[in-house]
């Protein structure tokens, strides 16, 4: 059976507020066929190192392979993935998770060309990130490597400026799980559906429906996940849904099947992406 290591790091202070989480991620090799590789969209974007081994991906349809000491960037998913080391063997791979507010402080991208994509930082920001990777591959052990990994992240802070109304909208979607609407934050903010849209997509990806969206389901998938009572899970539905039919459309959605079909199958490979 594969055995799984997830060590988590505590972001330097000036990251914090930018970064869901941190960890090093270890595998002894592949899991069985038997055992499900799902990883549901949980609202972020990360920063991948493989400095061991290498990660194949399925995001939807699309199949992506990050070799051993390449640096990535993952968009916003809104679709599940499926994640496997590319060969079976000890894998080691570095994941720091921005969430919402996170990514568009460190990286001046067209982020909605990045939505569901899995790309080569040196793609995206080219000799800068060339030399990061040369720097990370010389880099003795973990430690050392996410030290120049944090380093680089907090130059990148000092380079770009907060944008206040966008962030404003992330904390009223984060602070009610996901259910602010569009036309509160029209209110809230004085702006129009289309002016808010063009600005989630511009720093996110998406627009502020389908984060919302996204939020939502991630309430109840960590208490699915998690195994909770059938009572409790009927709670979440109800909260965060309309009707059983509106559940069933988004679960199979952002897991590729259904709750009858993916219960008693997760694993700490999902679960983990939910977690601090």
Known sequence: MTAFSFNSVTPHPLLSPYI????????SGRLSEQERKLIVPNANLKLTLTYRNGIEARVGDNPFLQRENELSLTGLIDTPVILNPYADAATATIIIVFNPLGAYRCFRLRYAEVQNQITDLSDLIGSQAVRLRSQLAEAGDAFRKLQILQEFLIEQLEKYEADPIYDHCIHRIMATNGLTT???LEKETGYSARWLHRKFSEHLGTGAKNLAEIVRFKQFYQAF????????????????????????R????????????????????STRNFTS
């Open 20 to 27: 869901a989480k941190m960890w090093v991620f270890e595998s």
């Open 182 to 184: 569009v036309a509160q």
């Open 225 to 248: 996940s998690a195994g909770g009572t059938s009572e409790n899970l009927k709670r979440h539905i109800y909260h965060y849904y309309y009707d059983q039919s509106h559940f069933l």
């Open 250 to 269: 988004a679960f199979r959605r952002f897991t590729g099947t259904t709750p009858t079909e993916l219960q008693g199958s997760v694993n700490e490979l």
